[in-house]
């Protein structure tokens, strides 16, 4: 279903990508001892598995990082991972790296970039692939400040973020603030992993601390949020900050199941539907044996996300990428026309008692009308943004579920306002015949709205999207 759509990777480590056979090659040339000697028995050495601690899985890559400290061993495995990503079909990639931990040998940081980035140069233009400078939460405050101000240095080409990677339990992200701070104050975008390992604590750190602009895995959120029958049905204070700031988390399926989360028990299904900016992401290719597609096709098989939602991850994916913001448009317009898939059901938040006039009438035109033109509309996945964003704690909206083939060619996906996403918007009267029904928005008791559970079941089935 994924077959040729555009994909966006917003989290994939350089060093967590490395072909096992290149590997084979780059150890065994630079005198590293490996546990296997074959293509075949090292690629299945270097796979997490679930049940390993921290420190095993850390050990994968340990060697690749032991392997890889020339200039033309970097420059290899840059090339190859472009390489990889644009078979996959991805067209915009940040892969991720600390440069820090490649200088043993004698090169110098900068050496260290420049190999990287000729390496990319060598993949060809398949896949516009950008560098995250990865801080490591166990090293001391310094070295991240190094390697943020080295991103700085490099930033305006390539280099477009900083990172903090490593293990999170007993580092918190505040110990870090100093080089985030140097980032922020160039320009440079943020992105923490946190909430992956360790508790909600660390998100509220990252964001305190940090001032993420996307946040790197952050499913443990899901600790804070209560669950009733498969869906969320209230935020706690760190979860409803990340959602209602528009926050996206790159979330990282099978790497998380490596770690011990089996994919069925993921709670990216239930981050989804409250609103959440969800990205589908590899994180680590080799290591935990996945690739971009295979991560959204698991996201269709195991939890039923649909082509329309995919392509809603795969959008957002674009709209977060640390680029700037004309390259940014022009890759989320890519994105949009290389998933062509519309909801075959869309919804509209009206005030009850003026479309319950209208009903009556025959035909509904809001206020926002007389100012904007058209009627807003969104996609279901889409609802919750301008529902907390404009109307939170109303209690007079119903939401209307729209037959989008009755709308016709009236409907235009367009940009909303302050956003790039693309909303559809209706220029034309609403008659009653296109409403397939209408449900009850009620606000929680912090006046944030969450999807229904009828509402949700009138769009998804039996021919929603
Ligand atoms: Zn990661």
């Not at 994924?2 to 290149?22: I, Q």
């Not at 080409?157 to 701070?181: C, K, M, N, T």
């Not at 790197?216 to 209602?244: F, Q």
């Not at 959204?296 to 195991?302: I, N």
Request: hydrophobic letters at 45%.
């Amino acid at each position: 279903m994924t077959d040729h759509k555009p994909l966006v990777v917003l989290h994939d480590h350089l060093d967590g990508g490395v072909r096992p056979a290149t590997l084979v090659e780059l150890a065994t040339a630079a005198g590293v001892a490996l546990p296997r000697d074959d293509a075949a028995g090292l690629a299945e050495w270097l796979t997490i598995r679930a049940g390993m601690t921290f420190e095993e899985a850390f050990s994968r890559f340990d060697l690749v990082v032991a392997a890889t400290q020339t200039a033309p061993a970097l420059r290899r495995i840059a090339r190859e991972a472009v390489e990889d990503l644009t078979d996959d079909g991805v067209i915009h990639a940040e892969l991720r790296f600390a440069p820090l931990n490649h200088v043993a040998d004698g090169l110098s940081p900068d050496e260290v970039m420049a190999a990287v980035h000729a390496g990319i140069d060598d993949a060809g233009p398949g896949c516009d692939a950008r560098l995250i400078v990865c801080a490591m939460r166990h090293l001391p405050e310094s070295v991240s400040c190094e390697a943020a101000e080295l991103a700085v240095r490099w930033m305006g080409g390539r280099v477009v973020g900083l990172d903090l990677a490593g293990g999170e339990i007993g580092h918190p992200a505040a110990d870090h603030r100093r080089a985030f701070s140097i980032a922020a104050d160039a320009g440079l975008a943020r992105t923490v992993h946190a909430g992956e390992m360790d508790g909600v604590h660390q998100v509220r750190s990252a964001l305190a601390h940090c001032r993420p602009d996307r946040i790197g895995h952050g499913w443990r959120l899901i600790d804070e949020c209560e669950v009733v029958d498969g869906r969320i049905v209230s935020l706690g204070p760190t979860a409803a900050t990340v959602r209602d700031a528009g926050i996206p988390l790159e979330i990282c399926l099978t790497s998380n199941e490596c770690l011990g989360t089996d994919v069925a028990d993921h709670p990216v299904r239930l981050l989804f539907d409250a609103g959440f900016r969800i990205t589908l992401n590899p994180d680590d290719r080799a290591i935990t044996t996945t690739t971009a597609r295979r991560e959204l096709e698991r996201a269709a098989s195991v939890h039923g996300f649909t082509d329309v939602e995919l392509g809603a991850c795969a959008a957002r994916a674009a709209q977060a990428a640390f680029l700037p913001d004309e390259q940014r448009d022009a890759l989320v317009a890519r994105v949009s026309a290389g998933w062509p898939v519309r909801p075959a059901r869309l919804v509209h938040l009206a005030q009850r008692a003026r479309w319950e006039r209208a009903r009556g009438q025959g035909s509904y035109l809001p206020e926002e009308w007389d100012r904007d033109g058209f009627i807003h509309l969104s996609a279901l996945h889409q609802l919750l943004t301008p529902a907390n964003r404009f109307y939170r704690g109303r209690d007079d909206l119903v939401a209307l579920v729209l037959d989008a083939h009755l709308l016709g060619a009236a409907v235009v996906w367009e940009r909303g306002s302050d956003t790039v996403e693309r909303f559809p918007h209706l220029y034309a009267a609403l008659t009653p015949d296109a409403v397939l029904g209408e449900y009850e928005l009620p606000a929680g008791p912090d006046g944030g709205f969450l999807l229904p559970g009828p509402l949700v079941q009138a769009v998804r089935s039996p021919l929603g999207g």
